[in-house]
């Protein structure tokens, strides 16, 4: 089963930019998907395919993906930007072909 | 833009089945790939189950396999996830999410408000 390792948080000061990572075994070989989840409400999805906003989402929201890590930068944060943040990957061999991460809870001092 | 509005909150006791819909608009459910993902308190998104977004046929994780069934009703543009022999660890929030179909575009572009079941005696 693939298994997709973030840190459990990450601290940022407002204006400062916040570097949110999503380990998995050549992930850089998938495409990876990033969701901000706020308290009570459902996932959003702010980057798509690695490196692709969605209508709507601030440029702030930037993505890479290479080698074993792919990383999800939010730049000139804010206090709005205080979330949960998942990335998510397709792969055909894990028991769940849609595969989450284990998220990363971003404060904002 | 599609919209997705759940059913309300259920309260099941252990052994028991629960149902929950998830109502489309702003597009028909051909269009769209249709998955459920659930969220236990405290802990992370988990996907359960939903439609191939190539081929339309139904999938699931191995885990739910035998217990938990995905269908859609094109008529009213209505998904359902039904789960049955319930138990403590199924309590959670339950979500309805939409999937683009076709190209390989395999993110979830818009969810449901979630639905909480919550399975107690």
């Known amino acids: 089963s693939y298994v997709l390792s973030q840190p459990p948080s990450v601290s940022v000061a407002p204006g400062q930019t916040a570097r949110l990572t999503c380990g998995g075994n050549?992930?850089?070989?998938?495409?990876v998907h990033w969701y901000q989840q706020k308290p009570g409400q459902a996932p959003v999805l702010v980057v798509s395919?690695?490196?692709d906003r969605p209508s709507g989402i601030p440029e702030r929201f930037s993505g890479s993906n290479s080698g074993n890590t792919a990383t999800l930068s939010i730049s000139r944060v804010e206090v709005g930007d205080e979330a949960d943040y998942y990335c998510?990957?397709?792969?055909?061999?894990?028991?769940?072909?849609?595969?989450f991460g284990t998220g990363t809870k971003v404060t904002v001092l | 833009q599609v919209q997705l509005v759940q059913s309300g909150a259920e309260v099941k006791n252990p052994g028991a089945s629960v149902q929950v819909s998830c109502k489309i608009s702003?597009?028909?459910?051909?269009?769209?790939?249709m998955h459920w993902v659930r969220q236990a308190p405290g802990k992370g998104l988990e996907w359960i189950g939903g439609?191939?977004?190539?081929?339309?046929?139904?999938i699931y994780a191995q885990r739910f396999q035998g217990r938990l069934t995905v269908t859609e009703d094109t008529s009213t543009d209505t998904a359902f996830m039904e789960l049955s022999s319930l138990r403590s660890e199924d309590t959670a929030v339950y979500f309805c999410?939409?999937?683009?179909?076709?190209?390989?575009?395999?993110?979830?572009?818009?969810w449901g408000q979630g639905t909480l079941v919550t399975v107690s005696s």
């Open positions: 999410a939409t999937m683009p179909r076709y190209g390989g575009k395999e993110y979830f572009d818009d």
């Open positions: 050549n992930i850089g070989s998938k495409n």
């Open positions: 439609s191939d977004p190539e081929d339309g046929e139904t």
């Open positions: 395919d690695d490196s």
């Open positions: 998510q990957v397709w792969d055909s061999s894990s028991d769940h072909l849609f595969v």
């Open positions: 702003g597009y028909t459910l051909t269009e769209l790939s």
